[in-house]
């Protein structure tokens, strides 16, 4: 009979040594949307990461992965190959972190974004170097501003290369327009254009083509 009676209090103290779950701090909500924004973003659900490191940036501006939000929804935009969105959040990113620790990444990054985003060349219509060059200028600016900042950079070699070929295209288009007086005999423009080119574009190719266009213009 004692046994029955102390059976139920023996329960009840089992009962009340389990602990109820805490509720989620606030630090602890945080994490949980950041990181289920980063398992979004590696599965390639990308509209849920955005949506995701978004609520995080405007609800919590001022935990720490407030900053890695902003970076990875340039991230997100680069992966999907929209470029002059992935280089506007990283501009934004850089805004507002300027002393985080993935700055040198995300200036690479936008100087990368915007060398994708230069039109293709496609068979139907002029080669690129015949265009507008607005959008190689801005390849070239933010390549400049990145090799500036972080000249030791791993990727710095990359950004170089990158840099020359975009001036090399710009050296075509003087080139280009060369030709174009040579075949109208307007030698005194075409020595001006390659004069230009092997001046101002010395650390490509093209320098030297003009160089040679030079000298056999001056034996005709």
Same mark, same amino acid.
């Given at each position: 009979?004692?046994?029955?009676?102390?059976?139920?209090?023996?329960?009840?103290?089992?009962?009340?040594?389990?602990?109820?779950?805490?509720?989620?701090?606030?630090?602890d909500?945080?994490?949980?949307? +950041?990181?289920?924004?980063?398992k979004?973003?590696?599965?390639?659900?990308?509209?849920?990461?955005?949506?995701?490191?978004?609520?995080?940036?405007?609800?919590?501006?001022?935990?720490?992965?407030?900053?890695?939000?902003?970076?990875?929804?340039?991230?997100?935009?680069?992966?999907?190959?929209?470029?002059?969105e992935?280089?506007?959040?990283?501009?934004?990113?850089?805004?507002?972190?300027?002393?985080?620790?993935?700055?040198?990444?995300?200036?690479?990054?936008?100087?990368?974004?915007?060398v994708?985003?230069?039109?293709k060349?496609?068979?139907l219509?002029? #080669?690129?170097?015949?265009?507008?060059?607005?959008?190689?200028?801005?390849?070239?600016?933010?390549?400049?501003?990145?090799?500036?900042?972080?000249?030791?950079?791993?990727?710095?070699?990359?950004?170089?290369?990158?840099?020359?070929?975009?001036?090399s295209?710009?050296?075509?288009?003087?080139?280009?327009?060369?030709?174009?007086?040579?075949?109208r005999? #307007?030698?005194?423009?075409?020595?001006?254009?390659?004069k230009?080119?092997?001046?101002? +574009?010395?650390?490509?190719?093209?320098?030297?083509?003009?160089?040679?266009?030079?000298?056999?213009?001056?034996?005709?």
């Amino acid at each position: 009979m004692k046994a029955l009676l102390i059976l139920p209090f023996m329960m009840l103290a089992a009962c009340a040594s389990v602990q109820k779950p805490k509720p989620l701090t606030h630090q602890d909500h945080i994490k949980v949307v +950041y990181e289920d924004a980063e398992k979004a973003f590696a599965n390639k659900e990308y509209e849920r990461a955005v949506k995701q490191f978004e609520e995080v940036r405007s609800k919590y501006p001022y935990s720490k992965y407030a900053a890695l939000s902003d970076l990875r929804l340039g991230d997100v935009f680069f992966e999907q190959e929209r470029w002059l969105e992935a280089a506007d959040a990283y501009d934004f990113y850089l805004k507002f972190h300027p002393r985080h620790e993935n700055n040198a990444f995300a200036a690479f990054r936008i100087a990368k974004a915007y060398v994708n985003a230069k039109p293709k060349d496609f068979f139907l219509f002029p #080669k690129s170097f015949l265009r507008d060059q607005s959008s190689t200028e801005d390849a070239l600016f933010a390549i400049d501003r990145f090799l500036s900042r972080y000249p030791e950079h791993e990727s710095a070699k990359e950004a170089l290369a990158m840099k020359i070929k975009l001036r090399s295209e710009m050296a075509k288009r003087d080139l280009n327009i060369a030709e174009f007086y040579i075949k109208r005999k #307007k030698l005194e423009g075409a020595k001006f254009r390659l004069k230009y080119v092997q001046e101002t +574009y010395s650390d490509t190719p093209e320098a030297e083509l003009a160089l040679k266009k030079l000298e056999a213009l001056s034996h005709s």
